[in-house]
């Protein structure tokens, strides 16, 4: 079992940055593929970016070129620095550790994101 604990979130006025955080319990989280979702109301879950145990990452369309995954395995802990942000980000951002080639999957409690003036 993983327990996974985001921190980082808040109220930023358009334009601004947020950097999001995941702490994760456990000794072999280096192997996992971290990723962050999103989900604002009325919408689905979306995955937001991702970054595998090599360190390869995918980004949503939207999130291009102003979000940035990243890992620290020395820390257990996975990042999420969001620039550029827009009121279109608002939503509760969910950190997710997935086990390569399984089904395995955990999800962290979520931390709300506002965007707005």
């Known amino acids: 079992q993983v327990q996974l604990v985001e921190s980082g979130g808040g109220l930023v006025q358009p334009g601004g940055s947020l950097r999001l955080s995941c702490a994760a319990s456990?000794?072999?989280?280096?192997?996992?593929?971290m990723g962050w979702y999103r989900q604002a109301p009325g919408n689905k879950r979306e995955l937001v970016a991702a970054?595998?145990?090599?360190?390869?990452?995918n980004y949503a369309d939207s999130v291009k070129g102003r979000f940035t995954i990243s890992r620290d395995n020395a820390k257990n802990t996975a990042y999420l620095q969001m620039n550029s942000l827009k009121p279109e980000d608002t939503a509760v951002y969910y950190c997710?550790?997935?086990?390569?080639?399984?089904?395995?999957?955990?999800w962290g409690q979520g931390t709300q994101v506002t965007v707005s003036s």
């Open positions: 456990g000794s072999i989280f280096s192997i996992y593929t």
């Open positions: 970054i595998t145990s090599g360190g390869g990452t």
């Open positions: 997710n550790a997935r086990v390569p080639m399984s089904t395995t999957t955990f």
